[in-house]
């Protein structure tokens, strides 16, 4: 797998890593007294669990992880799998929220990275081989 990483163009490498980093997500949710910051605010594991945030947060700890392996793996629909997770996990909190001003800018940066998955010559061609 290390390998398949070496030949990934340089940006779906970040897009990769940051799947595969995103487990944090999942480890402060069960450990106590690991903060993360959620919409600008630092919470722990009890609090993000009191505040509803809890199995979300898990969720995304454990989603983007396994998408990130797939993209490692080559799945013919790992793209379309990630694009689903990033549009749920960047668009819709905003929504929920009622922020249309930060929902709109992840729209833009969520379509900008969709556009690399299956716009880019160097990145389809790492899909297709």
Not at 12 to 27: E, G, N, Y
Not at 28 to 38: E, G, K, Q, S
Not at 47 to 69: D, H, I, N
Not at 77 to 94: D, F, K, N
Request: proline share 5%.
């Amino acid at each position: 797998m290390f390998q398949t990483f070496l030949e990934m163009p340089t940006l779906l490498k970040f897009i990769t890593a940051h799947a595969l980093v995103c487990f944090i997500f999942f480890l402060a949710v069960v450990i106590p007294d690991m903060p993360i910051i959620v919409n600008g605010e630092v919470m722990e594991s009890a609090e993000l669990w009191s505040r509803g945030l809890g199995l979300p947060t898990a969720a995304v700890g454990l989603a983007m992880p396994a998408v990130g392996l797939l993209i490692l793996k080559r799945w013919q629909y790992s793209r379309q799998l990630y694009t689903l997770i990033l549009v749920s996990v960047l668009v819709a909190p905003y929504l929920v929220w009622q922020q249309l001003v930060l929902a709109l800018f992840e729209v833009v940066l969520s379509c900008a990275i969709i556009s690399y998955l299956f716009i880019n010559k160097k990145a389809r061609a790492y899909f297709s081989s």
